[in-house]
């Protein structure tokens, strides 16, 4: 009797296989959005959120994205830019520390998400 992995493909880990990748890609993230921002700042930055949506391709092709939910709704997801963010840093064990602030703009006061990455970039 043969063993039952011989007629199957073993299948490894995005994770495990595509480590300085995703390393690479977590570090340009962090390059668009800074160790420390606002969620307000990211939903109104037009040029970050391009960044971010520039790297879709290969954040596809290095993550197991099939369960994020930038990716998951056939909707459109609002906020998908930070919904992008947070997958990664999740999928990368980074902790983050979030408050909810309001922040004063002109004369109208914003509810938004302050955000604290605790990670030193890999060079």
């Not at 570090?27 to 800074?34: A, C, F, Q, R």
């Not at 990716?71 to 840093?89: D, P, Q, T, W």
């Amino acid at each position: 009797m043969g063993d039952i992995t011989d007629n199957k493909k073993i299948i490894k880990k995005k994770y495990k296989i595509y480590k300085n990748e995703r390393t690479d890609i977590l570090n340009k993230i962090i390059n668009i959005i800074g160790l420390h921002f606002f969620s307000h700042e990211l939903d109104t930055n037009k040029e970050k959120q391009e960044k971010i949506y520039a790297l879709e391709e290969d954040i596809k092709k290095y993550f197991s994205v099939g369960n994020w939910p930038a990716y998951k709704s056939k909707s459109i997801v609002e906020k998908r830019a930070i919904s992008i963010v947070r997958s990664i840093l999740k999928d990368m064990d980074i902790d983050v520390e979030s408050k909810n602030k309001r922040l004063k703009e002109d004369r109208w006061q914003i509810m938004t998400t302050e955000y604290t990455i605790k990670y030193e970039k890999v060079v």
